[in-house]
């Protein structure tokens, strides 16, 4: 059995992406942001049978918190894959019955971790691979290191250049000036801007890489049958596809690959297309090389090319081949796990014809990569 | 030495299993695990062969030779200790056996490594417990 067809979005709900939400936690944002879904929805929260997470917000103080009792809940625990992950549940849960109407909700609260008294964004907190091989020999906290080690790689391997990989950020800047909900929205900046930012990890640039931040994202998805019946024009999910890969990048074989070489390959094939019937897609984009070795993986480009691929298309939303059309999380900001997420809220938003003034022309064919 | 030295030293999750490791780098020698059973050389250390499972696990002593696989130049502090108005090389170094690891790059300025580049093993004693296992420019 497939899941084709057989999960319905029918409502998207978006807290702002802010820098910080002062006096705010994640359980607030988050059920701020269930309660917009809800709402997109035309549903009441008692309709509500099933919960998904990303596993940092823990499902049954989600569900005590906003006084909801589903007969299905999980977190799926998948770092910046969780929302992308908890569709694919979601859509699980509700193909095979175990419950019929599933919200799935993740957020972010930098105060939170302060308020434990975790200095935010410090990367591991206790002995692991990491704290014994890794930041003795000057590892950054958080993922930068690890993606400046991919860049150069991919650079090393294929010729790409900084100034094509900037050219993306640009891009997704573009899509972002419209957008309420991304924390950059209305400041527009030019390839040369990305080129001129500062070296974090080097060739990593500042402007091509996401900004911690606070917010929220959720969106309902319910049975084919069911959503016949409501407001929204639904976003049907066609194909699912999941590949785990390693924790720590230095574990892998080859540097420049992602797991999206088989994930998208399983998802097109479930949904019984090829990549050049992709429309537009949203891409994972905590930094510009891993959106890029993404795009390659996936098939939309051969492997090696995505540096003139950025050069030769205009990827806004007014473009050629639209993607990051809310302007990704370089331009929308990262509000945790809800960052990746948001890629699938706008996938859905845009199928569904609510993307207002960045509405791309083509929208019946998404390809979201979590 | 012992008292200077400020930058975060290595914290084990599973010191019995790594001890033999850090033991070897004192006295100067490059140590990776190995299976008895499928001839495996793994990098970092497991309690079982990531290939078969087997816990018959051995150490092999490495030539000290390899090259950098990739790197990047870290410009943002990482922790006080490591700021400087130049930043620091942060690499992986495939061994000539296979292994890659993680390492700073000693020997050049950072503007002068590059991929592919022959290195050579080092050994920097930080403190009474802990020798890091470094590389160098050949």
């Excluded at chain 1, 059920?31 to 596993?55: F, H, M, Q």
Aim: with cysteine.
């Amino acid at each position: 059995m497939s899941l084709r067809g057989r999960g319905a979005i029918v409502g998207i709900g978006e807290v702002p992406t802010r820098r910080i939400y002062e006096g705010r936690s994640m359980y607030g944002l988050c059920a701020e942001a269930a309660g917009l879904a809800i709402a997109d929805a035309g549903i009441t929260k008692n309709d509500i049978d099933g919960l998904v997470t990303d596993g940092v917000a823990l499902p049954p103080a989600i569900a005590e918190y906003m006084d909801i009792k589903p007969n299905f809940a999980t977190g799926v625990s998948m770092q910046g894959a969780s929302g992308a992950t908890a569709t694919m549940v979601a859509t699980s849960a509700v193909s095979s019955g175990i419950c019929n109407t599933v919200l799935v909700v993740m957020g972010n609260s930098r105060q939170d971790a302060e308020r434990a008294g975790r200095p935010a964004g410090r990367g591991a907190s206790g002995p692991s691979v990491r704290s014994e091989w890794e930041e003795p020999h000057g590892m950054a906290p958080g993922a930068n290191t690890g993606y400046g080690l991919m860049y150069r790689r991919h650079i090393h391997e294929y010729g790409t250049t900084e100034e094509q990989l900037a050219k993306m950020a640009a891009d997704q800047r573009f899509n972002a000036l419209e957008n309420e909900n991304a924390v950059f929205n209305g400041q527009p900046i030019s390839t040369e801007d990305v080129l001129n930012s500062r070296y974090i990890n080097e060739p990593l640039k500042l402007l091509e890489s996401v900004m911690p931040c606070d917010g929220a994202a959720a969106l309902i998805i319910t049975t084919p049958e069911r959503a016949k019946n409501m407001k929204n024009k639904p976003a049907y999910v066609l194909g699912v596809g999941l590949k785990q890969g390693e924790a720590n990048i230095w574990q892998r074989d080859i540097f420049t690959e992602t797991p999206a070489v088989d994930s998208v390959r399983r998802a097109l094939e479930m949904a019984g297309y090829t990549p050049s019937d992709i429309e537009f897609a949203e891409f994972y984009d905590c930094y510009t090389i891993l959106a890029a070795m993404c795009i390659e993986d996936a098939g939309l480009v051969k492997k090696g090319e995505v540096g003139p691929f950025y050069e030769e298309t205009d990827t806004t939303y007014k473009g050629a081949f639209p993607i990051n059309t809310d302007g990704g999380q370089l331009s929308g900001g990262q509000p945790g796990l809800a960052g990746g997420f948001r890629h699938v809220i706008e996938g859905a938003r845009q199928v569904m014809g609510k993307a207002g003034s960045r509405q791309v022309e083509k929208s019946d064919l998404c390809l979201v990569n979590g | 030495m012992t008292s200077a030295y400020d930058k975060p030293i290595p914290i084990p999750s599973n010191g019995d299993l790594t001890k033999p490791f850090w033991e070897a780098a004192k006295r100067g020698e490059l140590i990776i695990p190995y299976c008895n059973s499928c001839s495996n050389l793994f990098f970092y250390p497991r309690e079982v062969c990531p290939n078969c499972f087997s816990k018959d696990l051995d150490w092999k002593k490495m030539s000290g030779k390899g090259h950098v696989y990739t790197y990047t130049h870290v410009r943002q502090a990482v922790h006080p200790s490591f700021q400087s108005a130049n930043g620091h090389i942060y690499a992986i170094v495939q061994l000539d056996e296979g292994p890659k690891i993680p390492s700073g790059i000693s020997g050049c300025e950072p503007k002068e490594v590059y991929v592919d580049m022959p290195v050579s093993v080092v050994f920097d004693d930080i403190t009474e417990d802990y020798t890091l296992v470094k590389f160098q420019k050949c």
